[in-house]
C-alpha cells in the first residue's frame, strides 16, 4: 500500500519473519507503520498475505521510507547483527535529523552498539539498542523488550513499547523496561541468551540420558517434561521440548526428533556471553559448557571416528526407574536455578564495570513473560532480588535458597550416575562444581598460587600476616 507524505508514526526496516511480526505488532497496536526490505518481492508479498489492515505501508527506498514519516522519526531495525546493521546506518544517516531515533532489535554486541551510539550522537541522533525475546510468536503477540542507550529517548518510545511488550500472568505488568544507558539493554540481551544456551542444554543432557541410558521413547520423555507444567521446575523451553518429543514425522512414522542431526548451531550470543564473563573476571560454567556442547556437536564426523576407537558403550540402567526420573526432575530446576545465578552474577558485575545501573529485579520481572527464559521460577528470582540488601548471589538468597537446598542431594547423584553409565553431562555437572566451588570455604588454589610463584616469583599472601611475600623454594 501507498499513503500521502509525512502521516506514518514509525518505520520498520527488514521485513523477514521477525521484522513482519514487529510491523503487525505495531500496526495492530494503533500505529501507522512504514515497511521497507532491501528483498521488495518478499516485502510485497507480506503486504498482500498478512497487511490486510491500512496500518502498513511498504516503501521501496529507503528516501521514500523516511518522508513518509512524522518528525521526529521513530526507526525500528529488525535486520542481521553486524553489517547489515552498519549497512543500513549508513544509508539512513544523511537523510535524519536531530531528535530522530533509530531502534536496533537484533541481536548486536553491546560494544558495537555503543560505538554506533557515539557516531550517531555527533548528529543529534539517538540509537536504542533494544534486546527483544519471544520468537516469532511473541514479536508478534507481546515480546519480552530489554531497551538500553539515551533515558529520553526511551521515554519517548515507551507508549509504543509499553502497547506491544507481553504482559505478566502475574500482574498484568508490561515486560519492558530500561535496562540503562549505552548497550545495557543488548549486554541484557546477551546474558539472557547464554542462560538460554544453558537451560536448552540441561534439558537436552536431561533428555539424553532418558533416552540412551533408560531407554525410553521420545514421548514418553515428552511426558515426563509435561508432567512439569505450571510448578517452579517448569518453563517454556520445557514446554516446547514435550511437544517436539511428541511430534511424529510423517515421512518416517517415526518421532521426529530421532531423525535430526545432533549438531547444533549457534550466532554468538552465548560465546559473547562467556567472553565478557572472562572480560569481567566473572564465573559462569555452565553457560560456557553450554556453548561448548554446541561446538563439540558440530564436530559430527571426528565424533564418529573418535567413538569407533574408544567404543564408548552406554552401561545399562538398573536403578528404579521412577525414582530416578524425580531426580532429574529435581537436578533440572536445580541446574537452572544455578545457570540463572551464574548470568546475574554477570550483569551484576558488567552493571558495576560499564557504569549501567541494571537493576536486577527489573530484569527478572520483564523475563517473566514473552520471553525464551519465561518460567514461574523467575517470580521467585524477583523475589530474591528484591529481598536482597546488596547485590549476592541467588543461590544464597531467599526464597532461592530454599528451593534449591533440598535439591542438591539429587543433582549430586544424577551427575554420578550419568557418568558412570558413559552419558556426557557437561552442563549438569558444572553446575555442580560451581555451587561445590563456591560453597568451600577453602579451595586448592594456595598450590596454584605456590607454583606461580615458584616459576615466576609472582608472590603469595599468607595466612599469618600481611604483605606479599616469596617462597624459599626447593628447587631441582
Not at 310 to 315: A, E, L, R, S, W
Request: charged content about 20%.
Amino acid at each position: 500500500m501507498q499513503n500521502s507524505i509525512e502521516t506514518n508514526d514509525l518505520a520498520v526496516i527488514g521485513l523477514g519473519v521477525m521484522g513482519q511480526g514487529l510491523a503487525l505488532n505495531i500496526a495492530r497496536n494503533g500505529y501507522s507503520v512504514a515497511g521497507y526490505d532491501h528483498d521488495l518481492v518478499q516485502a510485497k508479498a507480506f503486504v498482500l498475505a498478512r497487511a490486510t489492515h491500512e496500518r502498513i505501508f511498504l516503501k521501496e527506498t529507503i528516501v521514500e521510507l523516511i518522508e513518509s514519516l512524522k518528525c521526529p522519526r521513530r526507526i525500528f531495525l529488525m535486520v542481521p547483527a553486524g553489517s547489515p546493521v552498519d549497512d543500513i546506518l549508513k544509508l539512513l544517516q544523511p537523510h535524519l535529523s536531530p531528535d530522530d531515533i533509530i531502534v536496533d532489535c537484533g541481536n548486536s554486541h553491546f560494544a558495537a552498539t555503543e560505538e554506533r551510539q557515539k557516531n550517531l550522537q555527533t548528529s543529534g541522533i539517538e540509537l536504542i539498542g533494544m534486546g527483544v525475546s519471544g520468537g516469532e510468536a511473541g514479536i508478534l503477540e507481546g515480546p519480552c523488550l530489554m531497551v538500553g542507550g539515551d533515558r529520553k529517548a526511551f521515554d519517548a518510545l515507551q507508549p509504543i513499547l509499553l502497547k506491544i511488550a507481553a504482559k505478566a500472568a502475574e500482574d498484568g505488568t508490561a515486560c519492558v523496561a530500561y535496562m540503562g544507558k549505552n548497550g545495557a539493554g543488548h549486554f541484557v540481551k546477551m546474558v539472557h541468551n547464554g542462560i538460554e544456551y544453558a537451560e536448552m542444554q540441561l534439558i537436552a543432557e536431561c533428555y539424553d540420558f532418558m533416552r540412551r541410558a533408560m531407554k525410553m521413547a521420545p514421548a514418553d520423555i515428552g511426558g515426563v517434561f509435561a508432567q512439569f507444567n505450571g510448578s517452579d521446575d517448569s518453563s517454556f523451553l520445557i514446554d516446547i521440548s514435550a511437544d517436539i518429543l511428541a511430534t511424529i514425522d510423517p515421512d518416517t512414522e517415526g518421532p521426529l526428533v530421532d531423525i535430526i542431526v545432533d549438531s547444533a548451531g549457534q550466532k554468538g550470543t552465548g560465546r559473547w556471553a562467556s567472553m565478557a564473563a572472562l572480560e569481567l573476571s566473572v564465573a559462569i560454567p555452565t553457560i560456557t559448557a553450554a556453548v561448548d556442547a554446541r561446538i563439540m556437536s558440530s564436530r559430527k564426523s571426528e565424533r564418529i571416528k573418535t567413538s569407533t576407537i574408544f567404543n564408548n558403550t552406554v552401561k545399562e540402567f538398573r536403578a528404579d526407574p521412577k525414582n530416578f526420573l524425580q531426580h532429574l526432575r529435581q537436578t533440572l530446576l536445580a541446574t537452572r536455578i544455578i545457570s540463572f545465578a551464574q548470568g546475574f552474577n554477570l550483569l551484576s558485575e558488567a552493571s558495576n564495570v560499564y557504569g549501567y545501573g541494571l537493576d536486577l529485579c527489573s530484569i527478572s520481572r520483564v523475563w517473566r513473560a514473552g520471553c525464551i527464559l519465561r518460567s514461574p521460577l523467575l517470580t521467585r528470582i524477583s523475589d530474591a532480588c528484591a529481598q536482597a540488601k546488596e547485590p549476592s548471589n541467588l543461590i544464597v538468597t531467599e526464597p532461592v535458597k530454599g528451593i534449591l537446598l533440598p535439591v542438591i542431594k539429587p543433582l549430586r547423584l544424577v551427575s554420578q550416575t550419568a557418568i558412570d553409565h558413559g552419558i556426557p553431562v557437561p552442563a549438569i555437572s558444572s553446575a555442580l562444581t560451581y555451587c561445590d566451588g563456591l560453597c568451600s570455604a577453602h579451595l586448592p588454589a594456595n598450590l596454584t598460587q605456590a607454583q606461580r610463584d615458584y616459576f615466576g616469583a609472582h608472590g603469595f599472601n599468607r595466612k599469618d600476616r600481611s604483605g606479599v611475600f616469596n617462597g624459599n623454594w626447593k628447587k631441582g
